[in-house]
């Protein structure tokens, strides 16, 4: 499974957009990329995903960099609730079901 | 009951107890997973059930047994556990071959190993 790369921990203020980055040097081109949170106590939740447009929902918005190398969740204005560690996965199409977590960013939320 | 349900929530016991963790799932999916997520590391996968096959053994140690009798419920059997296997069990489930290939979990069920 190809790898991504996030920052440990960011921090964030209520009202305010987040950026949470994500590197993924070596996805293949059939690959998609999906984001998941995890709130304290909680198991983890569908975000997003996209495979090479820029993705909206009503939870987050998803930026891919025009060579897929990586790419951005947004939360336009965060939340206390938004308090939880967000994992950037990659999930092969027409692969395996699976998905295989990293460590994920830490987003703190300060009122 | 909707979505993914897992039962107990918490479990304390011995090493040499047998007990059992629970799952199912109300979303008509035909895939499902057992994860372990232990203190200050990644979710780790354990097993992968589709149609009720097990397709995904990721070298567990045999003390945790899964089965998987029907689409809708997965069991984790857990015996002679050591206290490191100390962790949250997550299930998850998902529908093989969707649009989104978006897994829903439970809330977990926290296990500790005296």
């Known amino acids: 499974d190809a790898k991504t790369t996030q920052p440990n921990s960011m921090e964030s203020n209520e009202e305010e957009p987040v950026h949470l980055p994500c590197n993924h040097s070596?996805?293949?081109?059939?690959?998609?990329i999906h984001w998941y949170r995890q709130l304290p106590s909680q198991g983890p939740e569908y975000v997003i995903h996209g495979l090479t447009s820029n993705v909206n929902n009503r939870m987050a918005s998803l930026a891919i960099a025009e060579d897929r190398k990586s790419s951005t969740l947004i939360l336009h204005r965060a939340t206390l609730r938004d308090a939880a560690v967000y994992y950037c996965i990659l999930k092969r199409q027409g692969g395996s079901e699976k998905l295989v977590f990293g460590k994920g960013t830490k987003l703190t939320v300060n009122p | 009951e909707t979505g993914v349900t897992q039962t107990p929530r918490h479990l304390v016991m011995g090493m040499t107890n047998k007990k059992s963790l629970k799952c199912e799932q109300h979303l008509g999916h035909n895939a499902m997973y057992w994860y372990k997520q232990s203190a200050k590391k990644p979710l780790e996968l354990m097993f992968v059930?589709?149609?009720?096959?097990?397709?995904e053994n990721n070298s567990v140690p045999s003390r945790f047994s899964p089965e998987c009798p029907n689409s809708s419920h997965l069991f984790l059997h857990l015996h002679t556990l050591q206290p490191e296997d100390s962790a949250l069990y997550l299930c998850a489930s998902s529908q093989v071959n969707s649009v989104t290939g978006e897994l829903f979990f439970g809330e977990g069920s926290r296990l500790t190993v005296l």
């Open positions: 059930y589709n149609f009720k096959e097990q397709t």
């Open positions: 070596t996805i293949s081109g059939t690959d998609y």
